[in-house]
């Protein structure tokens, strides 16, 4: 019989959706518990009961610790890693320049292997549980990461990404080896253990139309992978769509009229969306992912996140790793704040936190699974050290609730504010 365990602390979780409810929907324990079985959550509620109902349990005490979901990253290149902080470039320079050189390493599966380990621990010590990953256009790239998740035991989405034209000819597949590779991953890594396959054409311009057929018809034949992709992020980036597909509506068309739109698809940034696509969009239930510290790292500007949700959209939040400019679900958080702020449209905490667990997890449709404390949940877990550093205990000494407890870790904290991050049921060791 495997011995249970029951963490106590503060707890944090979502029974309703907070942009409906506002900060009711969130369900905080000054003194709460969550009790972990073989590896998913059995219990959340008040600490004294749970350790009355379960006197076996081995109990890991973390005092004023805020317990809560791991945080999910919808959004990130992992092989961009030791590129994040690239000074000077807007997106088709920043890709030129410092992307594709370092994405063509990627052919050396020792060194995909050395980053995928790097970049899965970095995050977790940021206290992110799932990422949702682009890899390079090389298949080695692609195991490195499932392999380097699933020893890790995590549960992440990652695909090859796909592209035939516009890029170097180190970094350029074909429509069919494009089809034919994603098909072997997806049959080789989709649903084994926690591990999830995207098709992944980078975007519009780095494909051929025949290309974008290609992973259409994969994914027609594979609906229940999601498919990730980019779209409209920066002006110049649109204005090129428009040249390279003369005959398409618009950019989101380029996609829909290739077979590539749909409620399991994922479209990066989308801030510059005409209503049309802004209807498609929300009609087929496909979810916009938000990546705030890139939108302003590379000047591509600020996304309509008020707009979008109060329209119906499904909404994640994300990285974007290395065209954001953090490893931190926290700084990401810090930044779609300021960016609500610039469009007076300023996110609660309770928001922020939700975009960043329950909101990314439905994003992925794992939101049965990751993302919250319910019992059934798998246990991803971290906790929060409310006061960890000199500059936000002294502001956390004012709070007067919960929310203003929160605040500051989210506009201050990096990952020493991460106590312990918990995966699969197994603290991470640190
Ligand atoms: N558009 C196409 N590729 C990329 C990428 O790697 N990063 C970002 N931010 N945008 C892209
Ligand atoms: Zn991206």
Redesign the pocket.
Same mark, same amino acid.
């Given at each position: 019989m495997t011995i249970d365990t029951l963490l106590l602390g503060q707890t944090l979780s979502y029974a309703t959706d907070p942009f409906s409810d506002g900060p009711d929907a969130a369900r905080h324990a000054t003194h709460g518990g969550v009790l972990l079985h073989e590896g998913r959550i059995a219990a959340v509620g008040q600490a004294d009961t749970l350790r009355a109902a379960h006197p076996q349990a081995r109990v890991v005490d973390y005092g004023d610790g805020l317990i809560m979901a791991g945080f999910v990253d919808a959004h990130v290149?992992y092989p961009?890693t030791a590129i994040i902080a690239s000074w000077g470039k807007r997106?088709i320079d920043?890709?030129n320049t410092y992307?594709f050189p370092e994405e063509t390493r990627f052919h050396d599966p020792a060194y995909a292997t050395e980053v995928a380990g790097r970049y899965l621990d970095l995050t977790l010590a940021h206290g992110t549980t799932t990422v949702v990953s682009?890899c390079t256009i090389h298949p080695t790239s692609v195991d490195a990461f499932f392999s380097a998740a699933q020893a890790r035991g995590q549960r992440v989405v990652a695909g090859k990404t796909c592209m035939d034209r516009n890029a170097p000819d180190t970094l350029r597949d074909t429509a069919q080896s494009a089809y034919d590779d994603s098909k072997a991953l997806l049959e080789k890594w989709h649903g084994r253990d926690r591990l999830s396959y995207a098709i992944t054409p980078?975007?519009s311009?780095?494909s051929t139309p025949e290309q974008l057929s290609a992973l259409g018809a994969l994914w027609a034949e594979h609906p229940d992978c999601l498919m990730q992709t980019?779209l409209s992020?920066?002006l110049d980036?649109i204005a090129w769509v428009k040249s390279l597909f003369p005959e398409a509506r618009d950019y989101l068309d380029t996609y829909e009229s290739h077979g590539l739109l749909g409620a399991n698809g994922l479209y @990066?940034?989308a801030i510059h969306l005409d209503p049309r696509e802004r209807d498609r969009l929300r009609d087929v239930g496909a979810a916009l992912i938000h990546?705030p510290t890139?939108n302003t790292f590379?000047g591509?500007g600020l996304f309509d996140m008020a707009g979008m949700i109060a329209a119906g959209q499904r909404v994640g939040l994300a990285t974007?790793t @290395?065209?954001?400019s953090s490893f931190s679900m926290l700084r990401t958080m810090a930044a779609a704040y300021e960016i609500g702020q610039l469009r007076h449209a300023p996110l609660h905490a309770a928001q922020l936190l939700w975009l960043a667990t329950v909101g990314s997890a439905r994003a992925l449709r794992m939101q049965d699974q990751i993302g919250n404390l319910a019992p059934g949940m798998e246990a991803d877990l971290i906790v929060l050290d409310l006061a960890s550093t000199p500059a936000i205990a002294q502001r956390t000494a004012r709070a007067t609730d919960i929310w203003e407890a929160i605040f500051p870790t989210i506009m201050m904290g990096d990952d020493r504010a991460i106590a312990a991050t918990w995966v699969n049921g197994t603290a991470i060791p640190r």
């Open positions: 290149h961009q997106l920043w890709l992307t682009y980078r975007f311009p780095t980019h992020e920066q980036e @990066g940034h990546c890139s590379i591509s974007d @290395g065209g954001g």
